[in-house]
């Protein structure tokens, strides 16, 4: 700092120049307000009237293929026939891929067992249809072993972290073992022969199983595994 009228070179602080005696003004210097470290507005809701529109639009169309199956079907045939198997799996096929959709998060853990169930419901619908005998001793339990697998590998890979890799190693043997189940009630219902191709699957995956098993005690091998698949 200098004075203004002799230059002189002044100390901090001083009031008036030592030399000439001529006061010392100093501007007053605006600092910059200290900015906050987050944002004072509240964040506004976003708006899903688009999302709901499309979904009101498919909904529709859902419905209009379903509904014109029916009419065509018992003006062709004076029965529901065919159309019930078809308007069904529009109606199996919205629950699948609209239902979710409705909801802000998409919990699995809900909406998966209402998918299986949804998907036995209409396996049983075509079974009394067809006048078959298969969905108590082939369709159900596949369903139920399939829905099962499905819920235990999503719950592990969203709630699970530690051991995750073990745990997967022993999913993945479970559903080698599972194609034996599949060919066991595939056999008792349709009669046909064992070990066709059920033996060959659960050999492989076994052996992924036993692999992903040991690599779980490995640290290198199990760093290796996460880096490349990120689980």
């Known amino acids: 700092m200098y004075c203004v009228y002799c230059g ?12 000439c005696h001529t006061e010392v003004q100093v501007a007053p210097v605006k600092r910059p307000a200290e900015e906050a470290p987050y944002s004072r507005k509240y964040p506004q809701p976003e708006k899903q009237s688009g999302k709901y529109l499309v979904l009101g639009l498919v909904t529709i169309i859902f419905a209009a293929v379903a509904l014109s199956c029916l009419i065509f079907c018992l003006k062709s045939r004076g029965e529901v026939g065919w159309s019930g198997i078809a308007a069904l799996g529009m109606a199996l096929g919205w629950v699948w891929l609209v239902l979710p959709l409705l909801f ?37 339990p596949v369903t139920m072993i399939a829905g099962i697998l499905t819920l235990a590998g999503v719950a592990m890979m969203r709630y699970i972290v530690q051991g995750r890799l073990r745990l997967m190693s022993l999913l993945v043997i479970a ?15 349709f009669r046909t022969p064992m070990f066709v191709w059920s033996l060959y ?13 040991v690599a779980s005690f490995i640290p290198s091998l199990r760093a290796a595994l996460r880096r490349s698949f990120f689980f």
């Not at 998907?119 to 369709?139: D, E, R």
């Open 201 to 213: 699957c659960m050999i492989a995956f076994c052996m992924i199983g036993l692999f992903l098993f």
């Open 8 to 19: 002189v070179r002044l100390q901090d602080g001083v009031t008036e120049c030592p030399l």
């Open 175 to 189: 559903i080698g073992l599972s194609f034996m189940l599949v060919e066991f009630f595939q056999h008792i219902t």
């Open 104 to 140: 802000s998060r998409w919990k699995p853990m809900i909406f998966l067992p209402i998918d299986f169930a949804c998907l036995a419901g209409y396996l049983l619908y075509i079974c009394v249809n067809t006048g078959g005998h298969w969905f108590l001793s082939f369709a159900f």
